[in-house]
């Protein structure tokens, strides 16, 4: 990957203070912020430009900054993290999704919270929207493209959505809000809502489906396929299963950092129709050969 030169972004020097960098990044977001900018290729300079701030407004986020870029980089060298970088993690926070590798691989994942100025306020208020998306996209992560109303405008913005997401998490885009009324940009919160599935049933972390099964699968057990979210796998049915009988697949519903959640199979005899001679004695036979049986007696 290449290596970004966020001070040279920012147009400020290494030894800049919090608040000359914080000057120039409110000088740059008022020009370039795609709601506002007339400038050739304002969003993606403003999503350089938000990058960099994000880099360099905490000190111990651009601590970790100075020590890498200490090793002579210039924008566009090839560049490989070295070990104890990623000492942040995701809590589904500001900035998912909207950063480069170059970002993600030296800080890892952040974790959320509000935007804090100097002296410890608050940054801009947050915009809220939701976001729909389908459960394979929750299940496996990826990314997404989401269009935001902001005023009369409407920007699309590329989102990535993390691995096990869940409806009601929300994902911060920091700095990618209407500009406030000093200039700075806030925040865009999006809510997650997961689409209803036609097959798969979800709650919580867990999914559930209904399997069809033939009587004599019920009856003498076997091997069938059966779908998951992350492809079909081989099920072994138990001899002697009746309808609605549920079997847990470990595992195989929607992963986070706190917990994995299971699939559960809904069995459902499926019986094939009497419609010919031969279909007709061979369920006469097998009558024949449980005499005096009554399921309504059980």
């Known amino acids: ?23 120039a990044y409110r000088k740059l977001a008022r020009k370039f ?96 929207a939701e976001f729909e998306i389908d459960l394979e996209t929750a299940y496996s992560g990826g990314k997404q493209r989401v269009t935001v109303q902001a005023g009369r405008s409407a920007r699309t913005l590329e989102v990535k959505v993390p691995k096990g997401i869940a409806s009601g998490q929300s994902i911060r885009l920091a700095g990618q809000g209407p500009l406030g009324p000093d200039g700075e940009p806030g925040d865009l919160l999006l809510t997650i809502r997961i689409r209803p599935h036609p097959r798969f049933r979800l709650d919580g972390r867990d999914v559930s489906v209904d399997l069809p099964i033939a009587p004599w699968e019920a009856a003498l057990g076997g091997r069938v396929a059966v779908p998951t979210l992350g492809g079909e796998v081989d099920m072994a049915i138990p001899a002697g299963s009746q309808s609605g009988r549920k079997l847990r697949l470990k595992g195989r519903g929607l992963g986070s950092a706190s917990g994995q959640g299971d699939q559960y199979v ?33």
């Open 1 to 23: 990957m290449r290596f970004h030169d966020y001070y040279e972004t920012l147009g400020v020097k290494p030894d800049a203070s919090a608040d000359e960098i914080k000057q």
């Open 33 to 128: 912020h795609p709601d506002v900018s007339k400038e050739s290729k304002a969003e993606e300079r403003f999503k350089e430009i938000n990058e960099a701030y994000e880099a360099l407004r905490e000190p111990e986020r651009r601590r970790e900054y100075d020590r890498a870029r200490a090793g002579g980089f210039r924008a566009g060298d090839e560049f490989r993290p070295g070990p104890g970088g990623g000492g942040f993690e995701y809590d589904f926070g500001d900035g998912n999704g909207q950063f480069s590798d170059f970002f993600e691989s030296l800080f890892g994942r952040m974790r959320g919270g509000p935007r804090r100025g100097a002296g410890g306020r608050e940054g801009p208020a947050e915009t809220r």
């Open 266 to 298: 809904v069995l459902q005899v499926h019986t094939p129709a009497a419609d010919d001679a031969r279909a007709r004695a061979a369920y006469e036979a097998f009558q024949a050969a449980f005499p005096g049986y009554d399921p309504r007696r059980r």
